[in-house]
């Protein structure tokens, strides 16, 4: 019997991966959006994975199908930078560069799921719905925010029974 099962802890694995093998990504991270550089600084520009509450397990077949609710920011460190760019005025910083950049590597990520991650049985199940996201506390990032429900296709396990 062919058994496809993926973790939670492989689906992290393989957003790291990603992270890891992406040129312009530095970092990585998982767990609650409130853990972001509290046992360490992150470097910059950084993907964080967070599930969120919407993750469900539905039964189809006799068969349990998780249903994760993924949350994934992708930010960069903002540079304040007199004139940098003279559309954005006096004492303006490089956040419209960290949001067209941060929107790349999202789509990225989008692409990688949908085209290589389907051998793991994985697909966006639905639209991702993504937005721009500042974050003023001492390490100034901007970028992007998206949400998205990642379904396994299939889970069958044999229950580990005496």
């Not at 790291?16 to 910059?44: V, W, Y």
Request: proline share 4%; charged share 15%.
């Amino acid at each position: 019997m062919s058994v496809n099962i993926i973790t939670l802890n492989q689906l992290i694995n393989l957003f790291s991966s990603f992270a890891q093998n992406h040129f312009f990504i530095k970092d990585f991270g998982f767990g609650p959006t409130s853990d972001i550089g509290t046992s360490r600084q992150m470097e910059f520009p950084y993907l964080w994975l967070s599930l969120d509450q919407q993750s469900t397990i539905s039964v189809t077949n006799k068969t349990a199908v998780p249903r994760y609710g993924i949350t994934v920011l992708l930010m960069d460190k903002i540079n304040i930078q007199q004139n940098y760019l003279d559309i954005n005025g006096v004492n303006s910083d490089n956040s419209q560069e960290i949001l067209s950049d941060t929107l790349q590597y999202l789509q990225d990520l989008i692409t990688e799921i949908e085209v290589n991650w389907h051998i793991y049985g994985l697909k966006i199940d639905g639209d991702t719905s993504c937005f721009p996201a500042v974050d003023e506390t001492p390490d100034k990032v901007c970028g992007w925010v998206a949400q998205f429900p990642l379904k396994v296709k299939h889970l069958n396990c044999i229950i580990p029974l005496a």
